[in-house]
């Protein structure tokens, strides 16, 4: 029972966080923000795969893996506030619309995508190459998963 009063108390408060961390940065700057933190991950994906086709570095692979995760869990959420759902002067986005209103599907994408990328890191600290391309492929399969629904085609 204490444990469930716990988990709700610190649920409401992440929520609350994410909230007013929100609140205190422009719309155009959570899409800018937003879109380093994807640009990031990208780019470290990119070492990953060049790792595996390549001559695998195992703490190359590690330092990409855990960079992916952490920005994964970095609660990238609160840069989808309110008004960062179209363009700002200069500053363009390219996810839809029906990110902002399909709340739950939307969620279980971003806790699958989190999963994988938590699972990468765990998996790229044992050096196993074989398991890195697995672990690879299933957070390429979640990144997938939300352009294919909600991001814009250039």
């Known amino acids: 029972m204490k444990k469930s009063i716990a988990r709700a108390t610190l649920g409401v408060l992440a ?3 994410t909230t007013l961390a929100s609140a205190q940065v422009k719309p155009e700057d ?3 923000y937003r879109q380093a933190g994807y640009s990031f991950m990208s780019w470290n ?9 390549g001559s695998y570095n195992k703490d190359q692979v590690i330092a990409a ?5 952490g920005i994964a869990n970095s609660g990238m959420g609160a840069l989808y506030g309110p008004g960062t759902d179209k363009a700002i ?3 363009k986005t390219r996810v839809k619309p029906e990110f902002f209103t399909d709340g739950d599907n939307v969620g279980k994408i971003a806790r699958d ?9 765990k998996v790229a600290a044992s050096g196993d190459a ?3 391309k697995t672990a690879f492929g ?3 399969k979640n990144c997938k998963a939300c352009h294919d629904k909600y991001r814009l085609e250039d």
Do not use: W
């Not at 994906?45 to 086709?53: A, P, Q, R, V, W």
């Not at 893996?65 to 995760?69: E, K, S, V």
């Not at 995508?113 to 699972?119: G, P, R, S, T």
């Open 113 to 121: 995508f989190n999963a994988a990328a938590n699972e990468l890191a």
């Open 45 to 53: 994906m990119g070492k990953i795969k060049t790792n595996l086709e």
């Open 15 to 17: 929520l609350s966080l």
């Open 138 to 140: 299933e957070v390429g």
């Open 89 to 91: 002067g200069n500053v």
């Open 30 to 32: 959570q899409i800018r």
């Open 130 to 132: 074989a398991a890195v």
């Open 65 to 69: 893996a855990n960079a992916i995760a």
